[in-house]
């Protein structure tokens, strides 16, 4: 890995999530009569993510379409009802820190934010990680959203460094680990689930990246 000078973060499911969210979905699956183990709704959740396109601001529509797929890949045929319940069920919860994200703070480096997100963003992150991240460059803002190599593009050149200098951390390989690479950054997926053990730079806890680029 080359000499490391800035350190870029993706946010949702990279430093943040939503850990109730999985609760209040097998909820409205049981009140449907289905079972399905938490483990494989996660899987199959986070394979949906990397083929169907998050807007900067989601919806309900949004999230029937999602959802609808997620069902299909569990061997479900939704119904209306069904979207229903889960769209209830799963709406409006609260964003949480990871709990492996107190490894920032051994970090001695700048960091920054580059994500797909709406303008809440920096006041979200600011608000649980206070005095962390010193740039922020959300979609919503810069109008170029990943995969879209500008917005990567954009952010070095408002950093004025060099892309080899730059490691992106982020949750996806289609929306975080490719352009990021293709534009030369270095860049490591963080894991946690391990549900793409065939990439090679990968790691399933922020610990460990002390270790990788002391």
């Not at 409006?92 to 490894?103: E, I, K, L, R």
């Amino acid at each position: 890995m080359n000499r490391i000078k800035y350190i870029l973060f993706d946010a949702a499911n990279t430093l943040i999530h939503k850990p109730t969210i999985w609760e209040c979905f097998d909820k409205a699956l049981k009140s449907n009569n289905i079972e399905m183990p938490i483990d494989l709704l996660k899987r199959n959740h986070k394979l949906i993510s990397e083929i169907i396109h998050f807007p900067d601001a989601t919806s309900s529509e949004f999230y029937q379409k999602f959802n609808a797929e997620l069902l299909y890949s569990l061997g479900i045929i939704p119904n209306e009802k069904l979207l229903e319940d889960i769209f209830q069920a799963c709406t409006y919860q609260p964003w949480q820190p990871f709990n492996d994200t107190v490894a920032l703070n051994g970090l001695d480096f700048p960091k920054g934010i580059l994500s797909n997100f709406n303008a809440s963003l920096s006041k979200k992150i600011n608000e649980m990680f206070p005095d962390t991240f010193s740039d922020f460059f959300i979609s919503e803002v810069i109008q170029f959203a990943k995969p879209d190599l500008r917005f990567y593009r954009k952010a070095i050149e408002l950093l004025r460094i060099e892309p080899n200098e730059v490691l992106y951390i982020g949750d996806s390989i289609k929306l975080d680990m490719e352009p990021a690479r293709v534009i030369g950054m270095n860049s490591i997926l963080i894991d946690r689930d391990g549900v793409f053990p065939n990439f090679n730079a990968r790691i399933s806890s922020l610990s460990e990246l002390n270790q990788i680029i002391g």
